[in-house]
């Protein structure tokens, strides 16, 4: 079974960057796709944004279109969340996942691997 492990989360201002990776326990070559979504308090979770594995499709959600960008190392395992421009209603927990479907999908339950999720803190 994958396990997967998110870094990088952290307090920032509002305007500033931070950069999520998420690293895998084993080869995510198999792995179809891949993902972010992210939880605020007394919020359900979020689609944050989707690649397929050879990173030829890429999703993201309206309230991140042009400050976020996804990538994916196969060779590394890894897969990680550019964050720019950010703003106090970026705050939450993020969580990579993953999943063996071919197609990105914005719910959760579609996932079935999951990270314990890196909390990213925006100051306004």
């Known amino acids: 079974q994958v396990q997967l492990v998110e870094s990088g989360g952290g307090l920032v201002q509002a305007g500033g960057s931070l950069r999520l990776s998420c690293t895998a326990s084993?080869?995510?070559?198999?792995?179809?796709?891949m993902g972010w979504f992210r939880q605020a308090p007394g919020k359900e979770r979020e689609f944050v944004s989707g690649i397929t594995r050879s990173g030829g499709s890429i999703y993201y959600a309206d309230s991140v279109k042009g400050r976020f960008t996804i990538s994916r190392d196969n060779a590394k395992n890894t897969m990680s969340l550019q964050m720019n421009s950010l703003l106090a209603e970026d705050t939450a927990v993020y969580y990579c996942?993953?999943?063996?479907?071919?197609?990105?999908?914005?719910?959760?339950?579609?996932?079935?691997?999951w990270g314990q999720g890196t909390q990213v803190t925006v100051s306004s």
């Open positions: 996942a993953a999943t063996s479907g071919v197609v990105v999908k914005t719910i959760p339950g579609r996932y079935e691997y």
């Open positions: 084993e080869s995510i070559f198999s792995i179809n796709v």
